[in-house]
């Protein structure tokens, strides 16, 4: 569907009295990282009821996904090509102005009463907890995420209400390194070690487990 479709499916979504939001991403490096076209977007969203934003300002790429994605955009321009070519291998590419743009689109938010959405984790399970604890093969790694979570709810609670606790939860079957910093065997753990400390993960999301509470 069209954007102009989604946002009319927003729209009646919201007159209905159902709680409904978008997801802003990707939100592609040189081609659409304008300041203004976030202004708009976010007028846009209001307009149409939009409850939250969940943002991402920038865009992942992997495997043939990447050349797909690089033979279209040298296709539309050489110049923002090259650009790209400055990424290398990452998988995740932010927009080098992604600091503005959060600031921008905070900003529109609050005029409009828009809330943002925010992931606590998303693949960033420290080195250090992968190297030293086995990532979330390890109990210990609950406390560390509680410690972590209370440190960002103190600094945003004024900003942040509506948050997600892992990004893609199921991703630590496939990808036990990049999603948990499971580096047993270099990641190659038993299905059933992962679905243990994906259960770990489990236990964090209720609620209960937040030191403020979710309003």
């Known amino acids: 569907p069209s954007s102009s479709q989604r946002l009319e499916a927003l729209h009646t979504l919201s007159k209905a009295g159902i709680f409904a939001g978008i997801l802003l991403m990707p939100v592609l490096p040189f081609l659409e990282d304008r300041e203004e076209d976030i202004k708009i977007l976010v007028k846009l969203c209001a307009e149409k009821g939009a409850k939250?934003?969940?943002?991402?300002?920038?865009?992942?790429?992997?495997?043939?996904?990447?050349?797909?994605?690089?033979?279209?955009?040298?296709?539309?321009?050489?110049?923002?090509?090259k650009q790209y070519l400055d990424y290398e291998e990452d998988y995740?590419?932010?927009?080098?102005?992604?600091?503005?743009?959060?600031?921008?689109?905070?900003?529109?938010?609050?005029?409009?009463?828009?809330?943002?959405?925010?992931?606590?984790?998303?693949?960033?399970?420290p080195l250090y907890l992968a190297e030293h604890y086995d990532g979330w093969v390890?109990?210990?790694?609950?406390?560390?995420?509680?410690?972590?979570?209370?440190?960002?709810?103190?600094?945003?609670?004024?900003?942040?209400?509506?948050?997600?606790?892992?990004?893609?939860?199921?991703?630590i079957l496939e990808s036990p390194f990049m999603s948990g910093g499971i580096n047993t065997l270099g990641g190659n753990c038993s299905r059933k070690c992962r679905m243990?400390?994906?259960?770990?993960?489990?236990?964090?999301?209720?609620?209960?487990?937040?030191?403020?509470?979710?309003?």
């Open 52 to 81: 939250f934003i969940y943002p991402y300002f920038g865009v992942t790429l992997r495997d043939r996904q990447r050349e797909y994605f690089l033979a279209k955009v040298r296709e539309y321009s050489q110049d923002i090509w």
């Open 92 to 125: 995740s590419c932010l927009c080098p102005n992604h600091r503005t743009l959060w600031a921008v689109f905070e900003q529109e938010c609050r005029k409009y009463g828009i809330e943002p959405l925010v992931t606590l984790s998303h693949y960033e399970t």
């Open 138 to 171: 390890n109990r210990d790694l609950i406390g560390f995420y509680k410690r972590y979570v209370t440190t960002v709810f103190n600094h945003y609670k004024d900003k942040v209400k509506y948050w997600l606790t892992f990004n893609e939860i199921n991703s």
């Open 196 to 215: 243990e400390n994906g259960r770990y993960r489990c236990t964090l999301i209720s609620p209960t487990f937040s030191p403020f509470p979710f309003r």
